[in-house]
């Protein structure tokens, strides 16, 4: 399950090596595992909804939601919501048509393909930072004659 106490905390701590080690922001790191939270919840929830994957800076809680658009009259009970309804999960008068409401949904166990989904989704979004934190190093640069070894040479590319 994912919200064991000692996952909670891992989670934080892998988040903050992945930063460090990459020199990228934790930031990046946490949304990209809440995009790939997401993206696994939507294969055990179904696809057309939408959900809202959202982890807890402080304590490493994650919280699945469906996002639902509060409407006059729903048409599709998938995202959207009747005004009342919206009312009634909210406890208060205080809702508005257009407006968004997160419904809670229960802790997920996922599996080892979803699992597997949200590392690739996590890579892609890591590797991504590292390129665009890496471009920005160097494009102050250009012009200028540097010095450095080359790593690799791929598609065309030279990897200095």
């Given at each position: 399950?994912?919200?064991?106490r ?17 020199s990228?922001?934790k ?34 809680n ?14 599709n009970l998938d ?5 009342k ?5 909210k ?15 229960p802790p ?17 979004s890591v ?34």
């Amino acid at each position: 399950m994912l919200n064991k106490r000692s996952n909670k905390v891992e989670l934080l701590r892998i988040a903050e090596a992945v930063a460090n080690e990459k020199s990228i922001d934790k930031e990046i790191i946490l949304s990209s595992m809440e995009s790939a939270i997401q993206k696994a919840a939507k294969t055990r929830f179904g696809s057309e909804n939408e959900i809202r994957a959202i982890i807890d800076r402080e304590s490493g809680n994650i919280s699945l939601h469906k996002v639902l658009k509060i409407v006059e009259k729903p048409e599709n009970l998938d995202t959207e919501i009747s005004l009342k309804e919206a009312a009634k999960i909210k406890e208060t008068e205080d809702v508005s048509v257009g407006e968004e409401i997160l419904e809670q949904l229960p802790p997920v166990d996922f599996g080892r393909i979803a699992a597997q989904t949200a590392r690739q989704v996590i890579t892609q979004s890591v590797r991504a930072a590292e390129k665009e934190r890496e471009y920005n190093e160097f494009i102050e640069k250009k012009g200028e004659i540097l010095t450095g070894i080359v790593k690799r040479l791929e598609y065309n590319n030279v990897i200095v």
